[in-house]
């Protein structure tokens, strides 16, 4: 029983093109959160929600637009997609101080 | 700006070696310490979570210790196996719902 999911897992698609990652979590918390990690495997926050509102929006270029349905799900839609966007995306929720992470969507852009 | 740092970034040992990996953080006021665990290609799993009013955690042969003032954490493993080969990140946060700032990872290697 999977407490954070992401599709797809694996994700290729040419440069310029738009895609969408889903992000779903079913243990009840109020906030979550999209993480990036790069080819140096450093792992930097990108966007948290809380409650479907968006709390963190750190430096991220605008062609990367989150969407929170509902409490339970975060997506990432990307816009006009670039080479530099490869990396892996970790999806993650919080309830009482404890993340808990998403199995990561491995995105390769060519 | 809360930076993390983990050196070294690369650790080799033989099995059954102890071994403790190093965190340190340059801002003090955190709310709680999490060292995490990454397999190559593969997500994150929460090891142990440090609140900032505690000084250590165990879990089995994992010991993570909290050192707030001095901005340092570890992470002790005992008699190590080579199925903890992984990276071990360890990452911080200033509230309970608040992002995560993490460091660059420790890989590490255990030899049989």
């Known amino acids: 029983d999977t407490a954070v999911s992401q599709t797809p897992k694996y994700l290729v698609t040419q440069m310029g093109n738009d895609k969408s990652i889903k992000c779903e979590q079913n243990?009840?918390?109020?906030?979550m959160y999209w993480y990036k990690q790069d080819s140096k495997k450093f792992l930097k926050i990108m966007f948290s929600?809380?409650?479907?509102?968006?709390?963190i929006n750190e430096t991220v270029p605008n062609r990367f637009s989150p969407k929170s349905p509902d409490k339970a799900h975060l997506n990432l839609h990307i816009n006009s997609l670039e080479l530099g966007d490869s990396a892996v995306y970790f999806c993650?929720?919080?309830?009482?101080?404890?993340?808990?992470f998403g199995p990561g969507t491995r995105l390769t852009v060519t | 700006k809360q930076e993390v740092t983990q050196i070294p970034a690369a650790l080799s040992v033989p099995e059954g070696e102890n071994l403790v990996l190093n965190c340190s953080f340059t801002?003090?006021?955190?709310?709680?310490l999490q060292w995490f665990r990454q397999d190559p290609g593969k997500g994150l799993t929460s090891l142990l979570l440090i609140q900032s009013s505690q000084r250590e955690q165990t879990s089995g042969r994992l010991n993570a210790s909290l050192d707030k003032s001095s901005g340092r954490s570890t992470l002790y493993i005992a008699a190590s196996q080579p199925g903890d080969s992984a990276t071990y990140l360890c990452?911080?946060?200033?509230?309970?719902?608040?992002?995560?700032?993490f460091g660059k990872g420790i890989t590490l290697s255990v030899r049989p």
């Open positions: 993650a929720s919080s309830g009482r101080g404890l993340q808990f």
């Open positions: 243990l009840g918390h109020d906030t």
């Open positions: 990452a911080v946060t200033i509230g309970a719902n608040s992002k995560l700032t």
């Open positions: 801002d003090s006021a955190i709310y709680n």
């Open positions: 929600y809380n409650n479907k509102e968006l709390i």
